[in-house]
C-alpha cells in the first residue's frame, strides 16, 4: 500500500515540519508515488446494465469482468421482484435493523437463505466487505488467534486484523503450513479461540480451497471454520448451493459467508449458521448493529434470486455456465489456462504495465477484460481476469479465445508480433470473408 510522502521537500531537515500541511498537497504526494509506479487507477463509467455486453466509452463491447455469473442482475423477474418491493416499502429503510429497520421482505430473504443453505438460520447484511468486518471480530479478540489463507479477500483480511487476534497466515492452499499453524495456536494456549478463515473459489486465481483437508485439520485441533462462498454460491454445487454442499461437507462448516450481489444479482452479503451464531451477531456484529438496513427492493431481489436458481430453468442456467466454462478451457491453450472449476479464469501476464496495455489492446478490439494489478495481487504477478457469465454465447466464448490465443502466442514470438487488436480484426475479416458472421460487440 503507498502512504503520502512524510515530507513535500525530502532536502528539508528531517525534524522539520513539512513545508505544505494542507490535505490536498499530502495526498496528491502519495498519487504521485503510485503514478511513478505505474499503478494510478480511475473509474469506468458503465452507462447499461449488466450484461454480456456494457455501453463502456461511449461503445458496446463484450463484458468479461461481471461477477453477474447467472446474468440475473438485470434479468426481468428479478428487476420486477425489486420493482414491487420499492412500490411497497419505498426507497429506503430510515433505521437500522435493531430499530425499525427490518421489514418483512429482510426476514423471509433470512430464512430463504438458511433454507438454501440448509442450516438454521441467517443473517443478512448491507454488503459483502461489511459482512466479514462484523463477523470475524465478533467471534474472536486479542489472546485468539485467526489463520487465514494468503489469498483469501481482502474483506477477511481486514476482519481478521481488526478483531485484535493474533494474525497468522498459511501459503496458499498449504494444508501442511495450516496443520503448522493450528499445532502452534493449541500449543500457545488451549482454551483460547481459533478460526480458519479461507474462501471456497478464490476471487483473482479462480481455484478452489482443499476443503476436505481444512475442515479434517479444524476439527482434529478444535478450531472453527469460516469459508467464504461469494464465488461459488450460484456457480458450483448442488443448485449452486456452493463448494460446501459439492464436498458433502457443509453440516462441518461452522460459518458460511456468501454475497448476495454476484450470481444472485443483487447486493449485500450474509452469514448462515447455526440460531445461536446468528442470534450472537445481531448482539455483537458492529457492522449489522450500527447500519442503516438495506432497501427492501434489495431484499427482494436477492430472495427471488434464490428460489429461481433452484427452478429447472435456474439449474438449466448453471448447466449453461457449465458448458461455457468447458468451452473456454478447450479453446484456450493449456499453458494459459487450465479447465476453470469456477467462473474465474486468470490469464497470468506478470509485470503490471504489460498487463494494462494488454487490457487496453483487448478493449480497443471490442472486449472488456480488465487487467488486475498489485495491490489486488502481488507484485510481478499482474493478469486479466476473465468471468464467463451464463448469458454468454458460444461464440462470446469463441471471440475471447481468439484473443487469449494470441496473448500467448505474443509471450514467444518477438515484440514484433500482431497486436491483439489486429489479431481479432483479420479473424474477423477472415470470417466475413468465408461468410461466417463477426462476433457481436466487436464489428
Sequence with gaps: MFSPSRDADPSQDPEAPPSDLSLDARLAAGLSEIDAAGLRRSLRTVASAQGPRIELGGRRVLNFSSNDYLGLAG?????????????????????S?????????????EETLAGFKDTGAALAFSCGYATALGVIPSLVAKGDVVIIDKLAHACLVDGARLSGADLRVFPHNDTDRLDSHLRWARERSAGCRVLVVTESVFSMDGDLAPLAEIVELKDRHGAWLLLDEAHGTGVI??????????????????????????????????????????DHLVNRARSFIFSTAPPAAQAAAATAAIRWIQTP???????????????????????????????????MVGGEADAVALAAACLASGAWIPAVRYPTVPKGKARLRITLTATHSMEDVDSVACLLRN???????????????????EKISARRGSGQPAPRGVS
Design 313 to 347: 430453468d435456474g439449474l438449466a442456467r448453471i448447466a449453461s455456465l457449465d458448458r461455457l466454462r468447458a468451452a473456454l478451457a478447450a479453446a484456450l491453450p493449456d499453458k494459459l489456462a487450465g479447465p476453470p472449476p469456477a467462473a474465474i479464469v486468470p490469464v
Design 237 to 278: 454445487g448442488p443448485g449452486g448451493r456452493g463448494l460446501a454442499h459439492a464436498t458433502g461437507l457443509h453440516q462441518l462448516v461452522d460459518v458460511h459467508m456468501g454475497t448476495l450481489g454476484k450470481a444472485l444479482g443483487s447486493a449485500g452479503g450474509y452469514i448462515a449458521g447455526s440460531r445461536t451464531l446468528v
Design 75 to 95: 434479468d426481468p423477474a428479478m428487476v420486477e421482484a425489486a420493482c414491487r418491493a420499492a412500490r411497497d416499502f419505498g426507497t429506503g429503510t430510515g433505521a
Design 97 to 109: 435493523r435493531l430499530l425499525s429497520g427490518t421489514q418483512s421482505l429482510h426476514a423471509e430473504l
Design 407 to 425: 496473448v500467448a502466442a505474443r509471450k514467444e514470438e518477438s515484440r514484433s508480433a500482431k497486436s491483439p487488436a489486429r489479431f481479432l480484426r
